[in-house]
């Protein structure tokens, strides 16, 4: 369960970065839609294993992985938007 959401961040990067090698626009905003879907994906999942560690009151795993998770929250979003934001500057 915890692979998942690694597993949907660098697909959600390989996406973007398939995006910036596409030369129709339109392939752009598919790869670009596909990398955003996987992305937030990956951050659901995260809020689903803190979820269940709510359920079965595990504090410590909690207390343990917040700041990790926020880190890579935050390292995901940016690395995906510059990866979709480089794919659309890019000339034909």
């Given at each position: 369960m915890?692979?998942?959401p690694?597993l949907?961040?660098?697909?959600?990067?390989?996406?973007?970065?398939a995006?910036?090698?596409?030369k129709?626009l339109r392939?752009r905003?598919?790869?670009s839609?596909?990398?955003f879907?996987?992305c937030?994906?990956?951050?659901?999942c995260c809020?689903?294993i803190?979820?269940?560690?709510?359920?079965i009151?595990?504090?410590s795993?909690?207390l343990?992985?917040t700041?990790?998770?926020?880190?890579c929250?935050?390292?995901l979003?940016?690395?995906?938007?510059?990866?979709?934001f480089?794919?659309?500057l890019?000339?034909v």
């Amino acid at each position: 369960m915890v692979l998942v959401p690694l597993l949907l961040g660098l697909l959600a990067w390989g996406l973007g970065l398939a995006g910036i090698f596409q030369k129709q626009l339109r392939h752009r905003y598919f790869f670009s839609v596909l990398s955003f879907g996987c992305c937030c994906g990956s951050l659901y999942c995260c809020l689903e294993i803190i979820h269940h560690w709510v359920t079965i009151e595990d504090v410590s795993a909690i207390l343990d992985c917040t700041g990790a998770f926020r880190l890579c929250a935050a390292v995901l979003i940016c690395g995906t938007l510059l990866l979709n934001f480089i794919s659309f500057l890019r000339k034909v």
